[in-house]
């Protein structure tokens, strides 16, 4: 996961899927430890129910150490399968 310019965000990758979900998580894990408060998500192109899990855990990593994590860039596709598995209000998204 590449970091962009500002030190409290980092990106996800352009897939992620039950095959890349496990170490998507522990990225962004080490970023969240170091920090991160947004997570963009502009690169994410391809992407499953394993994107919210992924998603819903760093939130909880954010929140356990006092903090926020702050989606952005969220696929509409994303938002919507989000929305139809009844998740949608536990992310912090916007576009």
Do not use: K
Not at 25 to 41: H, K, M, N, P, Y
Not at 58 to 69: N, P
Not at 84 to 95: E, M
Request: net charge positive; glycine share 8%; hydrophobic share 50%.
């Amino acid at each position: 996961m590449p970091a962009s310019a500002a030190a409290g965000r980092f990106q996800t990758a352009a897939s992620l899927t039950h095959e890349s979900a496990r170490a998507a998580l522990e990225a962004g894990l080490s970023r969240i430890a170091a920090g991160a408060t947004e997570v963009d998500c502009a690169p994410l192109r391809q992407f499953d129910s394993s994107a919210l899990a992924v998603l819903l855990a760093w939130q909880r990593a954010a929140s356990s150490r006092g903090g926020a994590l702050a989606v952005v860039n969220l696929p509409t596709g994303l938002a919507s399968l989000a929305q139809a598995y009844g998740v949608d209000t536990l992310l912090t998204f916007r576009h």
